[in-house]
């Protein structure tokens, strides 16, 4: 069984607009999610991360939207740029980390 | 910020033969991982490393599959023998805590087996 689902599995926004990752999880006993972003033949890097005592975490353009009651989170990322374009992960950790299948993001100027 | 080292970036080896991949974490860090991504794939937790045992592994992680860190030098894997189905990039991340803590990547190790 999955334990991180991650939707869409690609998605294209125009520059400026914003882009909305989502993902949802299945084991209550996760608490740690944090969002990583790979680029092309890079290594993937933490983005920004949210504990669930919080449903709202904000850091610049990143912002993360969390429901516990629902197992789901999302990263809105506000303004997209070009640059943004990338393959974005969503994970939740307890003892180890589970990774969603990927986003994988293109901001079109 | 911290980075990981690992060493080599690329190896193509023969089915059969054995292959050791090796990473250098950042310097303070306690806890180690290696993950395995196939081609524009998700990335596939294999093992993690702590105190120099083997904390918690995958269902990919073969009985051909081994990690050590001897006298804390490079955290290796060393998968003897390869399978075709082991070309992957294998990517080493390394943490100060454990799960809850901040990864930080090495970048990749693309291992071709023909």
């Known amino acids: 069984q999955q334990q991180v689902r991650q939707s869409p599995q690609s998605l294209t926004v125009w520059e400026g607009e914003t882009a909305i990752l989502n993902c949802s999880y299945e084991?209550?006993?996760?608490?740690?999610f944090p969002w990583y972003h790979q680029f092309p033949g890079e290594s993937p890097a933490l983005l920004i991360a949210?504990?669930?005592?919080?449903n709202k975490k904000e850091d610049g353009r990143f912002t993360i939207f969390f429901n516990k009651r629902e197992k789901k989170f999302s990263l809105h990322i506000a303004d997209s740029q070009p640059g943004d374009s990338a393959t974005y992960f969503c994970?939740?950790?307890?003892?180890?980390?589970?990774f969603g299948d990927g986003t994988q993001l293109v901001v079109k100027p | 910020g911290p980075k990981v080292l690992q060493i080599p970036s690329h190896q193509i080896i023969d089915m059969g033969q054995m292959v050791t991949l090796n990473c250098d974490p950042v310097?303070?860090?306690?806890?180690f991982y290696w993950y395995k991504q196939i081609l524009g794939q998700q990335m596939e937790f294999l093992v993690n490393f702590y105190n120099g045992k083997v904390m918690e592994k995958s269902k990919l992680f073969k009985d051909q599959f081994s990690v050590e860190r001897p006298d804390g030098s490079y955290f290796t894997l060393k998968i003897q023998p390869t399978a075709l189905e082991d070309s992957a990039v294998y990517f080493c991340?390394?943490?100060?805590?454990?799960?809850?803590?901040?990864?930080?990547f090495g970048p990749g190790t693309r291992l071709l087996v023909l």
């Open positions: 310097s303070n860090h306690l806890y």
């Open positions: 991340a390394s943490s100060f805590q454990g799960a809850q803590d901040t990864q930080y």
């Open positions: 949210i504990r669930p005592v919080s």
């Open positions: 084991d209550s006993t996760f608490d740690y």
């Open positions: 994970a939740a950790t307890y003892n180890r980390i589970f």
